[in-house]
T-cell receptor, first 113, second 116 residues
Framework: DGGITQSPKYLFRKEGQNVTLSCEQN?????MYWYRQDPGQGLRLIYY???????QKGDIAEGYSVSREKKESFPLTVTSAQKNPTAFYLC????????????FGNGTRLTVT | AQKITQTQPGMFVQEKEAVTLDCTYD???????LFWYKQPSSGEMIFLIY??????QNATEGRYSLNFQKARKSANLVISASQLGDSAMYFC?????????????FGAGTILRVKS
């Protein structure tokens, strides 16, 4: 079955450590996205990529980094520079046209203490 | 500036009744797409329905329909015959291909609770 896989589901880190969240898709989608969700709030865009080896900052990119070396993969690194990293992180992919919905992974809940 | 506004933080509806979740948007892009997603307590995001800015008819998908009023810039989601499983967070989202590179911008969401 095609889909988006995010791993791990839960992640715990100490403050000051970088952590990388995995996102893999086998839907052959061109575009991939990372969103952050805080409790009771909407989704905010961190980074997105419309093509391999290219990506753009979203609304809250500070303290995060990404890479897009393969079409299937779009890992997100939460660096120690991110002031409030504890959140629910959602990865998504879509065909790169305005009609195509985003398909989401099941998310990674990151807790930094 | 707020692109997507969902003014109802929370809504209650009686089982089997219809409910309307409000969404207004702001854009200068003549070509845009509007989406509704459902997020149950498990956290997954489920795509419900899509409306294109040039679509002549309101979109429908099973019990979901979209009341699209372009002049008012509103795209309200109507859920008919509510079920207990409809209890979830609902998000309205917009894509503006020309203005902002095809990314999807989300509203703050509305929590819907269906009462038995």
């Amino acid at each position: 079955d095609g889909g988006i896989t995010q791993s791990p589901k839960y992640l715990f880190r100490k403050e000051g450590q970088n952590v990388t969240l995995s996102c893999e898709q086998n839907l052959n989608h061109d575009a991939m996205y990372w969103y952050r969700q805080d409790p009771g709030q909407g989704l905010r865009l961190i980074y997105y990529s419309q093509i391999v080896n290219d990506f753009q900052k979203g609304d809250i990119a500070e303290g995060y980094s990404v890479s897009r070396e393969k079409k299937e993969s779009f890992p997100l690194t939460v660096t120690s520079a991110q002031k409030n990293p504890t959140a629910f992180y959602l990865c998504a992919s879509s065909m790169d046209d305005k009609q195509s919905p985003l398909h989401f992974g099941n998310g990674t809940r990151l807790t930094v203490t | 500036a707020q692109k997507i506004t969902q003014t109802q933080p929370g809504m209650f509806v009686q089982e089997k009744e219809a409910v309307t979740l409000d969404c207004t948007y702001d854009t200068s892009d003549p070509s845009y797409g509007l989406f509704w997603y459902k997020q149950p307590s498990s956290g997954e995001m489920i795509f419900l329905i899509y409306q294109g800015s040039y679509d002549q008819q309101n979109a429908t998908e099973g019990r979901y329909s979209l009341n699209f009023q372009k002049a008012r810039k509103s795209a309200n989601l109507v859920i008919s015959a509510s079920q207990l499983g409809d209890s979830a967070m609902y998000f309205c989202a917009m894509r503006e291909p020309w203005v902002s590179g095809n990314k999807l911008v989300f509203g703050a969401g509305t929590i819907l609770r269906v009462k038995s």
